[in-house]
């Protein structure tokens, strides 16, 4: 991690605040020119979780949810990856938690309606830290895509997203991945907030062979980079927005 003062966000590398075709934005994005502070000494140390509250199935989104009684139903996946700091060097011990909807493309939230059913399998979230190298992996299932009410007929790609805690608070980052080849990722009214492709590009996940096993799961790698001149973006605005 960058010791000291963090490095001022280049607000012009987000997704853009306001998008009339993402509708919600118009309501939700500020409407006053945003300010840049410079960090205090509370956002540069000082862990915002404990490294002791995480459980053995945690990670394993598979079964994690009947505590290894039953496992999810869909496509068996292994998401894996580096939380790295802008000089490359991995950060170990962040905290990466996950949440997703199932293989029908359902959340199990209480205000998700999409007719799809709910895997009684399936809780759809878990979290793990990463190891001394910055790697991190969670065992899950694919997510399917969902409608949801923006214009006509729009649909979300199949995602996960992301919550990550540095080992300072103002390295909090929450952002989402997307799968390689899924044709709705160019459709998407969220996803078209990043307005450069090769931003957008660095929130799919592509396809990986060498961490898949064979008639068991395949492994998709999924790296991120935390506060600074390259780190990952946020799902649909800029942090603190």
């Not at 996950?98 to 199990?108: E, L, M, S």
């Not at 895997?119 to 190891?131: E, H, I, K």
Request: aromatic share 8%.
């Amino acid at each position: 991690m960058q010791h000291g003062r963090l490095i001022p966000r280049d607000r012009a590398a987000h997704p853009v605040p306001h998008d009339p075709d993402y509708k919600t934005s118009v309501t939700r994005s500020p409407s006053l020119p945003l300010l840049s502070l410079e960090s205090t000494p509370t956002e540069e140390t000082g862990p915002r979780f404990g490294h002791s509250a995480l459980g053995a199935l945690d990670h394993d989104l598979v079964r994690n949810w009947t505590q290894g009684a039953a496992e999810a139903i869909g496509e068996r996946i292994l998401v894996h990856g580096r939380v790295t700091d802008e000089t490359g060097r991995g950060v170990a011990g962040a905290l990466v938690e996950v949440w997703q909807a199932n293989a029908g493309g359902r959340y199990r939230h209480a205000k998700d309606g999409y007719l799809a059913p709910l895997d009684p399998s399936f809780g759809g979230a878990g979290r793990c830290l990463t190891d001394d190298t910055g790697a991190y992996a969670f065992f899950t299932i694919k997510p399917g895509a969902y409608p949801w009410p923006n214009r006509g007929n729009d649909w979300r790609p199949a995602h996960i997203h992301f919550s990550l805690s540095g080992p300072c608070f103002g390295q909090r980052l929450i952002t989402q991945m997307y799968f390689e080849g899924d044709p709705l990722i160019d459709l998407c009214p969220i996803a078209a907030t990043v307005k450069d492709r090769s931003q957008l590009d660095r929130l799919v996940a592509p396809l990986d062979l060498s961490q898949a096993r064979p008639l068991d799961h395949l492994a998709y790698r999924f790296d991120m980079v935390l506060r600074g001149r390259r780190q990952s973006f946020f799902e649909n605005r800029p942090e603190g927005a």
